[in-house]
Structures are given as C-alpha cells and as structure tokens.
C-alpha cells in the first residue's frame, strides 16, 4: 500500500500581503451575500463524537457542504461571489448594493447587459458557475478534462451552460477557458487558479469560500468550542485551503490552528513545494490521475501559495485509498454520530486524519503535531456523492477507481 507522503514546513516566510484577501471584514461581505440568496441555508457542522474516542482525539467536527444551494458541493459560493463582485465593478456598484433580489432584477440586467463567463472544472466549480449564471441571466461557458464522468457533466448541461469534456488534463482546460474569454465579446473568466495578471477575480472566489469557513466557526462556538486546535483542509490549486488558512489565521491572529493540508498524491504540487523547501512554486503535469477529481490540479494559485507557506504546519499528499477510506467510514459512522455522504475530494482529509491517528507508521507526524486527546480537529467535507455511481463503487462495492 503506497504511503500518505508528508512534509513539514520549513519554507522561507513572506511579508504576508496576500492575508489580506481573507480579512474578517471581506468574508463577512460575501456571507451577507450568499445569505441573501432565497436557497440558503447553513450547511450542518457534524460533530464526531464516537469517531474522536476511537481515534484518539478530543473533539472532531466534520463540515457537511453535501447540503449547499441543493448542489452537493461548496464550490458555487466561490463562483456566485466573483460573478457579483464583477457585475458590482462594471456597473460602479459595491457588491454589499447587490444583493440576490437586486442581482437577478429586470433593471440590473437591463443595465449590466449579457456577459459570457468560461471557466475550467472537474465539475462542482462548473456546476455552482452554470447555476449562478443560470440564475442571473448570464451565459456560461465550461470545460471539462478528460476523464470527467458522463453525470458530472450532464449536471453542469442541467443548468443551461455550453459545456464539453476535452482530451485535456485540467491546466490546459485552464489556459483553454481563458483564451476563448479573452477572445470573446464581453467574455470573462472565472477560476480560481490566479497567476501573474490574473488574481482579482481568483481572491474574490476564496472570499466566497470564507463564508463556509465562517459558518463553521460559528458553529464550533454553537458547541462550546471556542477554537479548533487543528484544521485539515484539501488542496487541488490550493484556493480552499488559502481561504481556510487565511479565514481562521485572521480569526485567531495570537493562536492560530495547526493547518495540515492534503493533496492527491498524483496532483501534489503544494506538497512538492513543501519538500523542496525554497518557497518557489512546483508544477506537476501529465494525466494527474485520481478518483480525487476535485484535487487533480497541478498548477498552484498564486495568491493561496503565499498564504500557505507562511502558516501551514505539514503538506500530505494521500494516495485514493486514503480518500476512499475516508468515504467509507465517514458514510459508516459509530452508533450515535451522524452520516457524512462524502465525495471523493470531500473525504480525503478524514481519511488522512483517520490513517494517521491508528497506523504506526505516522506516528512521528502525529505527535509533531500534537495530534492527541486534548486535540479539537475541524475538516471540510466539500463535496457529497457528485457522481453516486462512482461513490456507491467506492463504498459499497469496495472499488478504489
């Protein structure tokens, strides 16, 4: 069985600018939008009660985003905060003046026209575009990278966008998706994949995504938690993992969480950035083949990367079995505390946790880390069963691809 590889972080550290972009007072804007929204509703906060005596830990709470918008997946907060923050910015407006009522107005969409938005995604981040366009009366352009299931993409044709699956792997299908935008009449690209020239519209897709970090805050203190002694977060580009690592090193400047961040061992650039230890950026290429789609990414955002090597403690990288264990124990939880439908990329950092709390092999990472009894562990299931075939292979049938 191949090995959870993991690094500790010895990088050099930066002036921290990009912090910024995860400031208490911008997520809170894009929460007060996503509350706007007539489907909202905040998604449950499962509290692992039996799952923590059993691996040893105090306190573990998993974040549920199978329940968001009706779209079994976080990334639509990213994609709808971005689509307003831009519609805000070409009509002169502050995103805080363009709540859902107003956004999907006859008079908005008189005044702001028709813009075409292309993005690249392995299907949730398409998904949440296409519905958020579907819904502000937008076009929506998506592409897809080979492999892409038949079901994720007749998800994203569900709500109205142009979309398509490419011999591509999902950096190309990047560079594809900006391309067209540029050549196209009011075309815009929404990803949150940032480089050099393009960073406005990835920072505002994390601001988004700091409204399921702050939800979760809240909801730890509904518990009587006060603050998670460690968060473990997914990375594919490394967006999430920057908004969540920003989100809650702003939350608790004087004592910050311990950060663990897990890739797809086949798409770990973070993690090789990590082991290199110089601080600049590694790419990976090729097929990036996984069952952890979401997380088949090997080109970091640029803006997360600075957040990440300054607070991030250990960068894993977790071959499928991993993720697959984590779906199954999480869909077979002990007596007494609740499911967690878990998707592939959902349940990758549950199965890190789990295999480096009860194999031998890790005990050097988890006692690093102080990862004990006294510990209060919060992880981020971003997805549920995207494509219930495959989820039902996984878990009731035992299957690893």
């Keep these: 069985m191949e090995p959870i590889k993991w690094a500790k972080n010895h990088m050099p550290k930066t002036s921290d600018l990009q912090l910024q972009v995860m400031a208490l007072s911008q997520v809170e804007k894009a929460r007060a939008f996503h509350e706007s929204f007539p489907q909202y509703a905040r998604t449950p906060l499962a509290k692992l009660d039996q799952m923590a005596k059993h691996l040893g830990l105090g306190e573990v709470y998993v974040k549920d985003e199978s329940y968001r918008f009706g779209l079994n997946a976080f990334k639509v907060l990213g994609g709808s905060f971005a689509m307003a923050r831009y519609i805000a910015s070409e009509t002169g407006r502050d995103v805080a003046e363009l709540p859902y009522s107003v956004l999907t107005s006859d008079k908005l969409r008189e005044e702001f026209g028709q813009a075409t938005f292309f993005t690249a995604t392995d299907g949730n981040h398409g998904r949440g575009v296409a519905w958020a366009a579907a819904r502000l009366r937008q076009k929506a352009v998506v592409h897809m990278p080979v492999g892409t299931t038949q079901t994720r993409l007749e998800n994203i044709r569900k709500e109205g966008a142009q979309v398509d699956i490419t011999d591509m792997n999902y950096d190309d299908c990047v560079r594809l998706a900006a391309r067209e935008a540029g050549e196209t009449p009011r075309g815009v690209i929404i990803q949150d994949t940032a480089w050099d020239g393009y960073e406005e519209i990835p920072a505002w897709i994390m601001q988004g995504y700091g409204t399921m970090a702050m939800e979760a805050a809240d909801q730890l203190k509904g518990y009587g938690c006060d603050r998670p002694t460690h968060v473990f977060v997914q990375a594919g580009v490394g967006s999430l993992a920057g908004a969540v690592v920003g989100y809650f090193t702003n939350l608790y400047p004087d004592n910050p969480p311990i950060f663990v961040v897990v890739e ?8 090789k950035g990590a082991v290199a230890g110089d601080g600049q950026i590694r790419m990976v290429d090729g097929s990036l083949e996984t069952i952890m789609a979401g997380l088949a990414c090997g080109e970091p955002n640029t803006i997360s990367w600075d957040i990440l090597k300054n607070h991030v403690s250990v960068f894993t990288a ?9 779906m199954r124990m999480l869909s077979a939880p002990l007596k007494g505390d609740p499911q967690v439908v878990s998707g592939e990329s959902g349940a990758a950092p549950f199965g ?43 878990v009731w049938e035992g299957k690893e691809r």
Excluded: H, Q
Excluded at 318 to 326: I, Q, T, V, Y
């Design 264 to 271: 797809a061992e086949a798409a770990a650039c973070l993690y």
């Design 318 to 326: 977790a071959p499928d079995w991993a993720a697959a264990r984590g």
């Design 352 to 394: 890190v946790l789990a295999s480096v709390m009860t194999m031998d092999e890790y005990k050097t990472l988890r006692d690093s880390i102080e990862l004990n009894e006294n510990s209060r562990v919060l992880l981020f299931s971003t997805e549920g069963d995207t494509d219930p075939e495959r989820y039902r292979s996984i």
